[in-house]
Nanobody
Framework: QVQLVESGGGLVQAGGSLRLSCAAS????????AGWFRQAPGKEREIVAA????????LYVDSVKGRFTISRDNAKNTVYLQMNSLKPEDTAVYYC?????????????????WGQGTQVTVSS
């Protein structure tokens, strides 16, 4: 069984920064693409960023470009989301996900494994 565990969420003031981590454990996943999604109250879950296994291909939603950076350390089985210049509209539960086909995608359906989520709250 594969587990993805997010950490690093919390409460921050607008303009601040947070770094989320997603650690994979359990059965070896092999080369997988990783994605970060978020879901705000009353809204659908949406892609934030995605990254291929090699790190050579990335995807960002327009609203976070230039502020968020996705990265990974495959030796540690960990994916990160560095979030800078946070805005109140970034408030959501953030989820990491793994895609075993190693394809960059913004579609929830293409991801095989999900973490439990971590809350990010940005105050104005």
């Amino acid at each position: 069984q594969v587990q993805l565990v997010e950490s690093g969420g919390g409460l921050v003031q607008a303009g601040g920064s947070l770094r989320l981590s997603c650690a994979a454990s359990g059965r070896t996943l092999g080369a997988y693409a990783a994605g970060w999604f978020r879901q705000a109250p009353g809204k659908e879950r949406e892609i934030v960023a995605a990254l291929s296994w090699s790190g050579g291909n990335t995807l960002y939603v327009d609203s976070v470009k230039g502020r968020f950076t996705i990265s990974r350390d495959n030796a540690k089985n960990t994916v990160y989301l560095q979030m800078n210049s946070l805005k109140p509209e970034d408030t959501a539960v953030y989820y990491c996900a793994g895609n075993l086909r190693n394809t960059i995608s913004g579609s929830l359906r293409t991801y095989d494994y999900w973490g439990q989520g971590t809350q990010v709250t940005v105050s104005s």
